[in-house]
């Protein structure tokens, strides 16, 4: 057990439907990172937050967005979901601004139908 | 731009027939290289980060090391508990981790 917390564990939904998935970093731990892992192309960095703060963004789409709460629990909001988007999203959390090693949740199986 | 490349992108072994797994990067200045097992619907975890050329970690079965341009994950007489998924992963100076395709390792019995 990483210590990181993910929900829901399985989402399905329609295309242009809003989902919301949310983490819970491992205690103590004040980044928070957002990764995309679909077939075709490994682990997609998203975006990062370091305590409250949004800290680097990678390869997110306009219409994803996150955020990280004073508890530091984080949550990633997709809309007007396409087919595309299906994929399994994880939530990783590191102890430090330095970025150390990362310790993943088990992740949300996201379908769009 | 940073990239990691790794090979095989797939290998099968037999029960107690050791290889090695590639990943290769090209980083314009590397920090750490990290790896990781992941198993199938669950989040990689961490086995490794090595910092520098000639820099080797060992677990168990599993040894790490490094060089300026490639990193190999070598294992030693393999179980099937050992089949996963293994990532390297880089991170440059003041950059996000890059992550490697993976290599899908099988373990026979």
């Known amino acids: 057990d990483s210590g990181v917390t993910q929900t829901p564990k399985h989402l399905i939904t329609a295309t242009g439907q809003r989902v919301t998935l949310r983490c819970s970093p491992r205690?103590?731990?004040?980044?928070v990172y957002w990764y995309q892992q679909s077939l075709d192309q490994g682990l997609q960095f998203l975006i990062q937050y370091y305590n409250g703060e949004e800290r680097a963004k990678g390869n997110i789409l306009e219409r994803f967005s996150a955020q990280q709460f004073p508890d530091l629990h984080s949550e990633l909001n997709l809309s007007s979901l396409e087919l595309g988007d299906s994929a399994l999203y994880f939530c990783?959390?590191?102890?430090?601004?330095?970025?150390?090693?990362?310790?993943f949740g088990s992740g949300t199986q996201l379908s769009v139908l | 731009e940073d990239q990691v490349t790794q090979s095989p992108e797939a290998l099968r072994l037999q029960e107690g027939e050791s290889s090695s797994l590639n990943c290769s990067y090209t980083v314009s200045g590397l920090r750490g290289l990290f790896w990781y097992r992941q198993d199938p619907g669950k989040g990689p975890e961490f086995l490794f980060t090595l910092y520098s050329a000639g820099e080797e970690k060992e677990k168990e079965r599993l040894k790490a090391t490094l060089t300026k341009k490639e990193s190999f994950l070598h294992i030693t007489a393999p179980k099937p508990e050992d089949s996963a998924t293994y990532l390297c992963a880089v991170q440059p100076y003041g950059q996000n981790f890059v992550f490697g395709p993976g290599t899908r390792l099988s373990v026979l019995p």
């Open positions: 990783a959390s590191s102890s430090d601004r330095s970025n150390e090693k990362l310790f």
């Open positions: 205690s103590g731990d004040l980044s």
